[in-house]
């Protein structure tokens, strides 16, 4: 295991342990205040607790049984937060550079690097400007290119999207998707999208304690922890684009708006959407600008002042009123019908 | 042109306020009104004038210098850590600010001097510090650190430890993370604090003229020599004071709080 980690911080009664395999990306969900950020604190050194034990490739950053606590310029473990923190003294480049600087290198190799890593993140142009001269999603980028500029053996990211723009967000994924591959990352997010995306592994906190851990894609497909499930509440429909549109695997083609890069034509992509954007008819009343899905009524579950209509694998969410007119139960075959403007297509790859 | 209105103050404010501003704006009036303008170079360049000057340029660089070396380790270490009795420690840093400088003289005088807490040891070192121009710079710096140390963890307070926070897990030690981070954050407010130390230690009569005495070229800065020549050559002490006068302005220009206050 690369990265093994385990404590307990009673103050804000966050007991957790898991691991992290090398090049592994993982994503660490939950609520508001279930602890996540205690976590990431514990783990880059800036918060130590009462008990517990980090290991990251065979070092010992913290184990309170022997009196090991490495300080924090010496774990080799950087953070990512939501600000992105630039130092608003130095220009972006000199921003990049200060990591490998800190660890000694020269000058002129420190820059080298800088002007590289700023390439890799889409911002070679922008290497002389002052932090205040970005914008949000460019200094985001310029703060992923300074954490990795200091070559960590694992990155914290600290919801890196939760600040920007959702017109930029999509584009830092990318980047993010990019850059992360192979790199021993723990990612906390509350964005369904970000764990699908960018993460192999899914770890679910609820009130300071791990409720779920896997796969990405069964922690979403079946969801045990009530957060997981509200996150997986999101429509998502995996498939191949065409060109034009999305051709998932039964062969329904459907219609949405890329976010983010364009995909090329065959070509991994998923699109979701939310069930507040699908309407459910009884009979086939799709329009052009429509998608419309024969599905059958699996489920029924009141959410709130909406009744959340579940098939296998989508789900609606419309008013009561609605599923009384429409006489809805469990059996009944129906349609469920979204816009094209409210679907988020996604590359894949 | 629309300008915001205020919701209006009594009208009757106007009146004591505007007293308060003659009252701090007529004496430096009075001043300028006294200059000898036709001797006023002579005044100004005479020996004895020349040497205070000199003296006192010499002596407050040198406290503001030591007032820096101290200051902004005593302000780091304020704002940026917690240890028991830290309250007490940081009113005790602004004692010299309240207390009179002739207090402070004494204080200086009972603890440098031949018979002081500390002159037995600096007599075997045979370093004679009393009535000496180190003395001056003892005193200034004494009355003038508490501005350097107050101005400057404010100013490491606002700026809050996020910065040094992400240079430490990008691998940068306490060393570096204080040079590249800490200090460039923060160097208005040191500029600031370094500039009212400077003003400060100009103007230190008290506590000087107590603990350093008043000996031409060694000890008499420029306050001291205002001072006796305000009966000898009262024209003389009125050139010096617009010299000082002149100083003071331009230091509040320079070190104004709205604007090291960002």
Same mark, same amino acid.
């Given at each position: !295991?690369?990265?093994?980690?385990?404590?307990?911080?009673?103050?804000?009664?966050?007991?957790?342990?898991?691991?992290?395999?090398?090049?592994?990306?993982?994503?660490?969900?939950?609520?508001?205040?279930?602890?996540?950020?205690?976590?990431?604190?514990?783990?880059?050194?800036?918060?130590?607790?009462?008990?517990?034990?980090?290991?990251?490739?065979?070092?010992?950053?913290?184990?309170?049984?022997?009196?090991?606590?490495?300080? #924090?310029?010496?774990?080799?473990?950087?953070?990512?937060?939501?600000?992105?923190?630039?130092?608003?003294?130095?220009?972006?480049?000199?921003?990049?550079?200060?990591?490998?600087?800190?660890?000694?290198?020269?000058?002129? *190799?420190?820059?080298?690097?800088?002007?590289?890593?700023?390439?890799?993140?889409?911002?070679?142009?922008?290497?002389?400007?002052?932090?205040?001269?970005?914008?949000?999603?460019?200094?985001?980028?310029?703060?992923?290119?300074?954490?990795?500029?200091?070559? #960590?053996?694992?990155?914290?990211?600290?919801?890196? !999207?939760?600040?920007?723009?959702?017109?930029?967000? *999509?584009?830092?994924?990318?980047?993010?998707?990019?850059? /992360?591959?192979?790199?021993?990352?723990?990612?906390?997010?509350?964005?369904?999208?970000?764990?699908?995306?960018?993460?192999?592994?899914?770890?679910? !906190?609820?009130?300071?304690?791990?409720?779920?851990?896997?796969?990405?894609?069964?922690?979403?497909?079946?969801?045990?922890?009530?957060?997981?499930?509200?996150?997986?509440?999101?429509?998502?429909?995996?498939?191949?684009?065409?060109?034009?549109?999305?051709? /998932?695997?039964?062969?329904?083609?459907?219609?949405?708006?890329?976010?983010?890069?364009?995909?090329?034509?065959?070509?991994?992509?998923?699109?979701?959407?939310?069930?507040?954007?699908?309407?459910?008819?009884?009979?086939?009343?799709?329009?052009?600008?429509?998608?419309?899905?024969?599905?059958?009524?699996?489920?029924?579950?009141?959410?709130?002042? /909406?009744?959340?209509?579940?098939?296998?694998?989508?789900?609606?969410?419309?008013?009561?009123?609605?599923?009384?007119?429409?006489? /809805?139960?469990?059996?009944?075959?129906?349609?469920?019908?979204?816009?094209?403007?409210?679907?988020?297509?996604?590359?894949?790859? | 042109?629309?300008?915001?209105?205020?919701?209006?103050?009594?009208?009757?404010?106007?009146?004591?306020?505007?007293?308060?501003?003659?009252?701090? =704006?007529?004496?430096?009036?009075?001043?300028?009104?006294?200059?000898?303008?036709?001797?006023?170079?002579? =005044?100004?360049? @005479?020996? @004895?004038?020349?040497?205070?000057?000199?003296?006192?340029?010499?002596? @407050?660089?040198?406290?503001?210098?030591?007032?820096?070396?101290?200051?902004?380790?005593?302000?780091?270490?304020?704002?940026?850590?917690?240890?028991?009795?830290?309250?007490?420690?940081?009113?005790?840093?602004? =004692?010299?600010?309240?207390?009179?400088?002739?207090?402070?003289?004494?204080?200086?005088?009972?603890?440098?001097?031949?018979?002081?807490?500390?002159?037995?040891?600096?007599?075997?070192?045979?370093?004679?510090?009393?009535? @000496?121009?180190?003395?001056?710079?003892?005193?200034?710096?004494?009355?003038?650190?508490?501005?350097?140390?107050?101005?400057?963890?404010?100013?490491?307070? &606002?700026?809050?430890?996020?910065?040094?926070?992400?240079?430490?897990?990008?691998?940068?030690?306490? &060393?570096?993370?204080?040079?590249?981070?800490?200090?460039?954050?923060?160097?208005?407010?040191?500029?600031?604090?370094?500039?009212?130390?400077?003003?400060?230690?100009?103007?230190?009569?008290?506590? &000087?003229?107590?603990?350093?005495?008043?000996?031409?070229?060694?000890?008499?800065?420029?306050?001291?020599?205002?001072?006796?020549?305000?009966?000898?050559?009262?024209?003389?002490?009125?050139?010096?004071? =617009?010299?000082?006068?002149?100083?003071?302005?331009?230091?509040? &220009?320079?070190?104004?709080?709205?604007?090291?206050?960002?």
């Amino acid at each position: !295991m690369s990265f093994t980690f385990s404590a307990e911080v009673a103050d804000r009664d966050v007991v957790a342990a898991f691991e992290i395999a090398p090049g592994e990306t993982v994503a660490l969900l939950g609520p508001n205040g279930a602890g996540k950020s205690t976590v990431l604190a514990v783990a880059a050194g800036l918060l130590a607790p009462e008990t517990g034990r980090v290991v990251l490739d065979g070092r010992d950053l913290l184990d309170t049984a022997r009196g090991i606590d490495v300080r #924090p310029h010496r774990r080799e473990v950087a953070l990512l937060a939501q600000d992105p923190l630039l130092f608003p003294h130095l220009s972006v480049r000199e921003n990049v550079a200060f990591g490998p600087r800190s660890r000694g290198q020269g000058r002129r *190799p420190a820059r080298a690097r800088a002007t590289d890593w700023l390439e890799q993140v889409g911002l070679a142009d922008l290497g002389e400007r002052s932090p205040a001269q970005l914008s949000g999603g460019q200094a985001q980028r310029a703060a992923v290119a300074r954490a990795l500029a200091a070559e #960590p053996r694992l990155l914290l990211l600290d919801e890196p !999207m939760a600040a920007l723009d959702v017109a930029v967000a *999509p584009a830092l994924r990318q980047t993010l998707r990019r850059v /992360l591959a192979e790199r021993t990352t723990l990612l906390v997010t509350h964005d369904v999208l970000d764990a699908l995306l960018l993460a192999d592994r899914v770890i679910v !906190m609820e009130g300071g304690r791990i409720v779920e851990d896997g796969p990405t894609r069964d922690v979403l497909a079946r969801p045990r922890s009530s957060f997981a499930a509200q996150l997986a509440g999101l429509n998502l429909a995996a498939g191949t684009w065409t060109g034009t549109h999305v051709q /998932l695997a039964d062969g329904t083609a459907l219609h949405g708006i890329v976010a983010g890069p364009q995909p090329a034509a065959g070509e991994q992509v998923v699109a979701s959407f939310r069930p507040r954007s699908v309407a459910v008819h009884l009979d086939d009343a799709a329009g052009s600008p429509r998608n419309s899905f024969p599905v059958v009524v699996t489920d029924l579950e009141p959410l709130g002042d /909406l009744i959340r209509v579940r098939s296998e694998h989508l789900s609606a969410d419309i008013t009561a009123p609605a599923v009384a007119d429409l006489d /809805l139960v469990p059996g009944t075959p129906a349609h469920f019908v979204v816009k094209a403007t409210e679907i988020a297509v996604y590359r894949l790859t | 042109m629309s300008r915001p209105r205020s919701t209006g103050l009594p009208r009757w404010v106007y009146v004591p306020a505007g007293l308060g501003a003659a009252f701090v =704006l007529l004496p430096l009036v009075a001043i300028v009104l006294k200059v000898d303008w036709a001797n006023f170079g002579s =005044l100004i360049t @005479s020996e @004895s004038s020349r040497d205070a000057l000199s003296l006192s340029l010499r002596t @407050s660089t040198a406290s503001t210098v030591l007032c820096v070396l101290i200051g902004v380790p005593m302000a780091t270490v304020l704002a940026r850590t917690t240890f028991p009795g830290q309250a007490v420690a940081r009113s005790l840093v602004l =004692l010299p600010l309240v207390l009179p400088p002739v207090v402070g003289g004494l204080a200086l005088l009972y603890t440098f001097g031949r018979r002081g807490l500390l002159g037995h040891t600096l007599e075997v070192l045979d370093l004679q510090i009393a009535f @000496s121009t180190i003395a001056v710079v003892l005193a200034q710096t004494f009355v003038a650190l508490p501005f350097l140390v107050v101005s400057l963890e404010g100013s490491l307070r &606002t700026a809050g430890d996020q910065y040094e926070r992400v240079a430490a897990t990008l691998g940068a030690g306490p &060393t570096t993370v204080f040079r590249r981070v800490t200090l460039p954050l923060v160097l208005p407010g040191l500029l600031a604090g370094a500039v009212l130390s400077f003003a400060r230690a100009m103007g230190e009569f008290g506590a &000087t003229i107590t603990f350093a005495g008043s000996l031409q070229g060694v000890t008499r800065t420029l306050p001291l020599e205002i001072y006796l020549q305000r009966e000898s050559d009262p024209d003389a002490a009125v050139a010096l004071a =617009l010299v000082l006068v002149v100083f003071a302005v331009v230091v509040i &220009t320079i070190a104004r709080p709205d604007r090291t206050t960002r």
